[in-house]
């Protein structure tokens, strides 16, 4: 019977932690599902980031996805209002009045498998609505835009977008001087 000398048997032991270490790491991880369009649909709740000019704020919103529309039942109208009205006493009272304004942002939906994702290319349509300002119904006409694509992330399932608020028409006059809002959806998931 052959001895294995020191070496030999350290040179077959580092062989063998090779084997397993390189086995090991045939595993990539845990399986992840390709991204379906059917699986989209549904109601989310997500963080909502709202930016104008200096001023941001930060709420949880509800709302809506169906096949080629995200529907909001209740849209954030306070930034719209606060700009067009401008006494901060009468915001409250203007939006009391409003009440809920809904909204229905259009979108066409497309798989990318390469990275796994729902891509959403918006075509947003005009906000209308009426504001009440010392007695009179001021109509209200935002236009809305994305310039970028929104996101259902097929890793964790999540809806991701942004829109703008780009310009307000009021009586058919545009505001000026006017500062964009801007709508930020940053992560959003199925109730």
Do not use: H
């Amino acid at each position: 019977m052959k001895k294995f000398t020191v070496p030999q048997f350290f040179i077959a032991v580092l062989l063998i932690f090779t084997g397993f270490t390189l086995y090991s790491c045939n595993d990539d991880g845990p399986d992840i599902p390709l991204v379906k369009l059917e699986e989209m649909p549904g109601n989310y709740k997500g963080k909502l980031i709202i930016v104008q000019g200096t001023t941001k704020t930060e709420s949880i919103k509800d709302f809506k996805v169906k096949k080629d529309t995200i529907s909001f039942a209740e849209f954030p109208i306070n930034e719209i209002v606060k700009t067009v009205v401008k006494d901060t006493g009468k915001v409250k009272t203007a939006l009391k009045a409003i009440g809920k304004v809904k909204y229905n942002l259009n979108y066409t939906a497309s798989v990318n498998t390469g990275n796994n994702v729902v891509e959403l290319a918006f075509a947003p349509k005009t906000l209308e609505f009426q504001i009440p300002v010392n007695g009179v119904n001021k109509k209200t006409v935002v236009t809305l835009e994305a310039k970028q694509k929104g996101f259902y992330v097929g890793m964790d399932r999540s809806l991701r977008y942004a829109f703008t608020a780009q310009k307000i028409t009021v009586d058919g006059t545009v505001l000026t001087p006017y500062e964009v809002i801007n709508y930020n959806f940053p992560f959003c998931i199925k109730n």
